[in-house]
């Protein structure tokens, strides 16, 4: 397994200028999906657009509670660029560390949202419906919700303040 100290030392200085901005809100530690109180899970500094709904499980419950279907909402390192999905609908993939034990697959519709152009080693914000695998899950919808009457929001990804809806 490659390794990137430069990377993670960098992710952790920053998590540590976080430490002194109020916490988020407590989320519930039980098993039961349904036992989580939605809230804002990204720290305050963490700049995403007004109006992006910022409601959703942490990551790492979705992970131990092998959920499907929920929003979750977290940050990450991007650790790899995979090619495209180019079959309708396209998605651009990538691989997002989230944290030492666990990364995540974005898959993002570019038919329906902009491309984000990550790089390895860019910290970005999401929300998106994960989907739990045994390599640590899979977060699609990170766009608009494309159901009219959906009070969820959809999902989105921010990378350099910059939001991907």
Not at 8 to 33: M, N, Q, R, W
Not at 34 to 42: I, N, Q, T, V
Request: aromatic residues 8%; charged residues 20%.
């Amino acid at each position: 397994m490659r390794r990137f100290p430069l990377r993670l030392a960098l992710f952790a200085a920053i998590s540590g200028t976080l430490a002194c901005t109020p916490e988020p809100a407590p989320v519930a530690t039980t098993h039961s999906k349904e036992a989580f109180s939605p809230g804002p899970l990204l720290p305050n500094p963490f700049p995403v657009p007004g109006g992006y709904p910022v409601e959703g499980v942490d990551p790492h419950r979705a992970y131990i509670d092998r959920s499907k279907g929920v929003w979750i909402v977290g940050t990450g390192v991007v650790e790899r660029i995979l090619r495209d999905d180019t079959k309708p609908p396209r998605h651009q993939r990538f691989v997002l560390r989230i944290s030492n034990a666990q990364a995540v697959l974005v898959a993002h519709n570019i038919d329906l949202a902009a491309r984000v152009p990550v790089k390895g080693g860019d910290l970005i914000g999401f929300r998106g419906e994960y989907v739990w695998n045994d390599q640590g899950g899979l977060v699609h919808r990170t766009h608009r919700s494309t159901h009219r009457g959906d009070r969820d929001g959809g999902g989105w990804i921010v990378r350099n303040g910059q939001g991907y809806r």
